[in-house]
């Protein structure tokens, strides 16, 4: 009964290498205040990559058990992840025509003023807000128009309820982005932010990347999700597609 109230597995997938990431390598290498994308950040697609990583892991993922492939597909609305989550499903990841259910919630963080701006835009064209950012610091700032990551994890903490009321003993995949996975990893476990702002200093979320969490019936009171793996990038070694990370450089870039 304990388990009525928890998905049997909870997979938090970062979408594939998308356009948008490669426009902001080009950037940094350029030392460029802009990144250089004529679309909004909603319709950024995959990279010839991004759609690679993604055959890849539903490649990985459909050759195991059929009791091992997700029930429920989750997405944030965003062209990149749910294309990540259609490739995914369309080479075995999970049933044929499995349904992907939009969930505006699992959207990625907003920049408000700070969208599309590199490290060096911030300081040359938006001042003020690289100082408030350093005041404050990336868990609590809010630049105009945008979000913190507090304000991504209170939408974020309503996504958990949603899942816990209707996929309760499922398993669910979540398709998202960078900074989802990295608040859901808060909310689950119950970090604070100098435990959630540690783990991304030690590493980016990979594209591609799984993130893990089974249920545990002996977790905590009356059982709970538990971290399984963390940002693991093997279904993409395995077929030799390329890893790529999104370095913590660009403030204001879209991931």
Same mark, same amino acid.
């Given at each position: 009964? &304990? #388990?009525?109230?928890?998905?049997?597995?909870?997979?938090?997938?970062?979408?594939?290498?998308?356009?948008? +990431?490669?426009?902001?390598?080009?950037?940094?290498?350029?030392?460029?205040?802009?990144?250089?994308?004529?679309? %909004?950040? !909603?319709?950024?697609?995959?990279? /010839? *990559?991004?759609?690679? &990583?993604?055959?890849?892991?539903?490649?990985?993922?459909?050759?195991? !058990?059929?009791?091992?492939?997700?029930?429920?597909?989750? =997405? #944030?609305?965003?062209?990149?992840?749910?294309?990540?989550? &259609?490739?995914?499903?369309?080479?075995?990841?999970?049933?044929?025509?499995?349904?992907?259910?939009?969930?505006? %919630? *699992?959207?990625? /963080?907003?920049?408000?003023?700070?969208?599309?701006?590199?490290?060096?835009?911030?300081?040359?064209?938006?001042?003020?807000?690289?100082?408030?950012?350093?005041?404050?610091?990336?868990?609590?700032?809010?630049?105009?128009?945008?979000? =913190?990551?507090?304000?991504?994890?209170?939408?974020?903490?309503?996504?958990?309820?949603?899942? #816990?009321?209707?996929?309760?003993?499922?398993?669910?995949?979540?398709?998202?982005?960078?900074?989802?996975?990295?608040?859901?990893?808060?909310?689950?476990?119950?970090?604070?932010?100098?435990?959630?702002?540690?783990?991304?200093?030690?590493?980016?979320?990979? +594209?591609?990347?799984?993130?893990?969490?089974?249920?545990?019936?002996?977790?905590?009171?009356?059982?709970?999700?538990?971290?399984?793996?963390? +940002?693991?990038?093997?279904?993409?070694?395995?077929?030799?597609?390329?890893?790529?990370?999104?370095?913590?450089?660009?403030?204001?870039?879209?991931?």
């Amino acid at each position: 009964m &304990q #388990s009525l109230h928890w998905p049997s597995q909870l997979i938090i997938v970062r979408h594939g290498q998308s356009a948008g +990431n490669v426009a902001r390598d080009a950037a940094m290498e350029a030392q460029a205040d802009r990144i250089a994308l004529s679309v %909004r950040d !909603a319709d950024v697609p995959l990279s /010839k *990559l991004g759609r690679d &990583q993604a055959r890849a892991l539903g490649h990985w993922i459909g050759s195991g !058990a059929e009791d091992e492939r997700p029930e429920i597909l989750l =997405s #944030s609305p965003y062209l990149r992840a749910f294309q990540t989550a &259609q490739l995914f499903r369309d080479v075995g990841g999970a049933r044929c025509g499995e349904k992907i259910c939009f969930d505006e %919630r *699992l959207r990625e /963080k907003e920049f408000g003023i700070l969208d599309g701006l590199t490290t060096r835009g911030i300081h040359s064209l938006e001042p003020a807000q690289a100082d408030f950012r350093r005041m404050l610091g990336k868990f609590y700032h809010r630049s105009p128009g945008g979000e =913190s990551w507090c304000d991504v994890i209170l939408r974020l903490r309503s996504v958990m309820d949603t899942i #816990s009321l209707h996929y309760a003993g499922r398993r669910v995949m979540i398709f998202t982005h960078q900074v989802v996975v990295l608040c859901m990893r808060y909310i689950i476990e119950g970090l604070d932010e100098a435990g959630i702002l540690e783990i991304d200093r030690a590493g980016d979320v990979a +594209n591609c990347a799984i993130t893990d969490f089974r249920y545990d019936p002996a977790h905590g009171d009356s059982g709970g999700l538990v971290l399984h793996r963390y +940002n693991v990038t093997a279904p993409l070694e395995e077929e030799a597609t390329p890893v790529t990370r999104e370095p913590d450089a660009i403030a204001g870039a879209r991931g």
